[in-house]
């Protein structure tokens, strides 16, 4: 099942929110391995679509806003990840509800009935976002506990993904289709690195920025291992049906002292931060890992080569996917 991804070639592959964090990774490695993907969304962005449709993407300009939006996207697909994210601005309103659940769980089931008897395997991006805090670390592990009592609050874009969970499995359960559902951990990638508790030392260090972080804990994932988990997803051993929920995320779990440790020994600087008035301080997230071992594989980075490869993102100023950051995985 781990090498699954090895042999995704000359496959024709739907990929909406091509553009995203995972999709971009997505797109170039499966571009790259001889496949004709076929990328979804709006490309409003000039540069983003541009590298696109250099690295041969073939792009449908498609508002997946609006019902409807799978009916004009190509029905001879061999596999489908779909990674189109709305995430919602600012205070939620009704207008911005009914986007998120249409981007995010509507058209979601729609591609599981569209393709249900074409595709042989559906991957569906979540977010581990959707864990709220548990009684026990264990309780964290189970991918199919329900939300407490109120939901998960006024995060549109968490509740609409639980939504999506709950209909794209209830479609595939109606149709047949086989496909997995997994919850993502912050992806850290090389290339627009997010200021958290796990990249602010490695950037603070390089750069020679005060910055403050509270203590916790976190998972770090790695863009080229996303990219390969997610396209075992769709595979045999991992897609089933119904879909399985999995929660991805690096094992290593890395506190904030254990980042900044890592931040000194990858760059020979001493990162600058502070310990206190950190927005995230706590990070309740775990997953069950020898699940997602057996169903995607085992890491292939350790910790420390993530951090080298953030640090070069860093200093590199990466803005896209480049062959070094996919080149354990080739």
């Not at 359960?173 to 951990?185: M, N």
């Not at 390969?228 to 399985?244: E, L, S, V, Y």
């Not at 094992?251 to 927005?279: I, M, Q, S, W």
């Not at 057996?294 to 910790?303: A, D, T, Y």
Request: proline content about 6%; hydrophobic content about 40%; some cysteine.
């Amino acid at each position: 099942m781990s090498e699954f991804y090895r042999g995704v070639t000359g496959k024709k592959i739907l990929l909406p929110g091509v553009s995203g964090v995972v999709g971009k990774g997505l797109g170039y490695y499966l571009a790259k391995r001889g496949n004709e993907v076929h990328g979804v969304g709006r490309f409003g962005n000039k540069p983003v679509r541009k590298w696109l449709e250099e690295n041969g993407i073939v792009l449908h300009v498609t508002d997946v806003t609006k019902p409807g939006a799978a009916d004009a996207l190509p029905d001879d697909i061999d596999l489908v990840y779909n990674m189109t994210v709305y995430w919602g601005y600012g205070a939620a309103t009704a207008a911005m509800w009914r986007d998120a659940v249409q981007v995010n769980a509507c058209f979601a089931a729609d591609l599981v009935e569209k393709y249900a008897s074409r595709a042989t395997g559906l991957a569906f991006g979540s977010t581990g976002g959707v864990y709220l805090d548990g009684e026990d670390i264990d309780d964290l592990k189970n991918e199919d506990r329900d939300p407490p009592e109120g939901g998960v609050g006024e995060n549109i874009y968490e509740n609409s993904k639980l939504v999506m969970e709950e209909m794209v499995r209830h479609a595939a359960v109606r149709t047949g289709a086989k496909g997995s559902v997994l919850r993502y951990y912050w992806p850290d990638p090389a290339y627009g690195v997010r200021l958290d508790m796990a990249t602010m030392p490695i950037f603070s260090a390089l750069k020679g920025h005060p910055l403050r972080a509270g203590t916790g804990w976190r998972h770090v994932s790695y863009i080229s291992e996303l990219v390969r988990w997610t396209i075992n997803a769709a595979g045999p051993g991992a897609a089933a049906c119904p879909p399985p929920v999995i929660n991805v995320g690096h094992p290593e779990v890395v506190t904030f002292e254990r980042a900044c440790e890592l931040a000194e020994k990858v760059t020979g600087k001493k990162p600058n931060v502070a310990h206190d008035g950190y927005l995230f301080a706590e990070f309740n997230y775990l997953g069950d890992f020898a699940k997602q071992e057996k169903l995607l594989g085992k890491p292939n980075l350790p910790i420390e080569e993530i951090y080298r490869r953030l640090a070069r993102g860093i200093e590199e100023d990466c803005k896209f996917p480049e062959e070094w950051m996919f080149e354990e995985i080739w």
